[in-house]
C-alpha cells in the first residue's frame, strides 16, 4: 500500500504496532514499539473467516496499536504469487475493520529464517521478525529523506 500523509506522520513518531505473518491456517501475531525497535512474538491466530477477525479485535483491544504491518510473500525473484495475494487483501480487510494505518513488508524467507533458529511458535517470530524488519526499512527510509533535505 502506499503510504498516505496520516501513514507517514505514525512513522516518525514512536508508536506501538502489532505485525502478522499472515497465513490461510495460521497467522503469527507480534508486538513492538518504535522507541526501542524491537518485538516481542505474541500469539499465533488459528481461526479462520470472522473467528480470525474477533481474536485480531481482542489483541489490537489490548494492545491498543497505532499502526498494523502485514507481512507480503513473493517468489525469491521479488514476483507475486497466490499468496501475495491474499496478503495484501488480509491487509486491506485490517485497515477496513479497525481503521489504523496498514504497512506492507517483504516477508520473503521470514518462516525460514525463524525456524532455522528454534523459533518455539514460529508463526509469531516471524511476525516479530517482520515488525523489526520494517521498524529498519523505515528507519533507513526517513534517514535518506533527511539527508535530501
Known amino acids: 500500500m502506499t503510504p498516505s500523509r496520516a501513514q507517514a506522520a505514525v512513522v516518525r ?34 481461526a479462520e473467516g470472522d473467528a480470525r477477525f474477533e481474536r485480531i479485535a481482542r489483541l489490537i483491544a489490548e494492545w491498543q496499536p497505532d499502526a498494523l504491518v502485514v507481512g507480503v510473500p513473493r517468489h525469491p525473484d521479488g514476483a507475486p504469487h497466490e499468496n501475495t495475494r491474499l496478503a495484501q487483501r488480509f491487509a486491506r480487510q485490517l485497515h477496513g475493520r479497525f481503521r489504523l494505518p496498514v504497512f506492507e513488508v517483504d516477508e520473503r524467507y521470514s518462516t525460514t529464517e525463524v525456524l532455522a533458529a528454534g523459533a518455539r511458535d514460529a508463526d509469531a517470530a516471524a511476525a516479530a521478525l517482520l515488525l523489526e524488519q520494517y521498524f529498519n526499512e523505515s528507519d533507513r527510509a526517513a534517514l535518506a529523506a533527511k539527508e535530501q533535505t
Open 13 to 46: 513518531a514512536p508508536q506501538t504496532f502489532l505485525s502478522f505473518d499472515y497465513g490461510r491456517k495460521r497467522t503469527g501475531v507480534a508486538s513492538g514499539n518504535r522507541v526501542f525497535g524491537q518485538a516481542t512474538p505474541l500469539t499465533t491466530v488459528t
